[in-house]
């Protein structure tokens, strides 16, 4: 199974900040990796796929970037709705697991 | 509107078996895959299971082989996911998820989007 490990586990930001999160793969995913935000008691909402692709309707201050074993998520100025939980997956092989998660929180 | 609403949550007893739905509307099911997910109360994601648009391939996560089946009904757009001898390590909210993809045969890149709003099973006695 390719585990994924992500980082760090919570994170505390200002409003306004830039702030990234990264997934690192325990072998080379080829780019198949999504993000997804998930605000409590909600289902999760996908954000970027394949890496680096905006998934449609979500802000452009959300970005990804990545290859190979290590991707990174970055939120460019953090807005207060931007204070929930993040995860990566992998979707290159089965079981697509997924990242433990990475709490935003406010500072 | 894109509407993925999961039911058949509840208490069940371990050992014991239960059978969860999704009906879908608003997206082309039956040319799509689809998942289900869960998540432990306050813990992470867990992909659990996938199945073709034609229900011709099926996937699992290896701790539920052998004890959950993935099917679905096209003529009724919907998913299915029956889980028989629980423990209570299933206790978790169950989404179902469309496996969104590119590319004509919608193996890679592949991502779950939309997302039901989830059905909780606790498995306990």
Sequence with gaps: DIQMTQSPSSLSASVGD?????????QSIRSYLNWYQQKPGKA???????????QSGVPSRFSGSGSGTDYTLTISSLQPEDFVTYYCQQSYTFPYNFGRG?????? | EVQLVE?????????GSLRLSCAV???TFSRDWMSWVRQAPGKGLEWVANIKHDGGEKYYVDSVKGR?????????NSLYLQMTSLR???SAVYYCARRGCSGGDCYYPNWFDPWGQGTLVTVSS
Excluded: H, W
Excluded at chain 2, 7 to 15: C, H
């Design chain 1, 18 to 26: 830039r702030v990234t999160i990264t997934c690192r793969a325990s």
């Design chain 2, 25 to 27: 509307s608003g997206l």
């Design chain 1, 44 to 54: 999760p909402k996908l954000l970027i796929y394949a890496a680096s692709s905006l």
């Design chain 1, 102 to 107: 990475t709490n935003l929180e406010i500072k």
């Design chain 2, 88 to 90: 209570a390590e299933d």
């Design chain 2, 68 to 76: 959950f089946t993935i099917s679905r009904d096209n003529a009724k």
């Design chain 2, 7 to 15: 039911s058949g949550g509840g208490l069940v007893q371990p050992g």
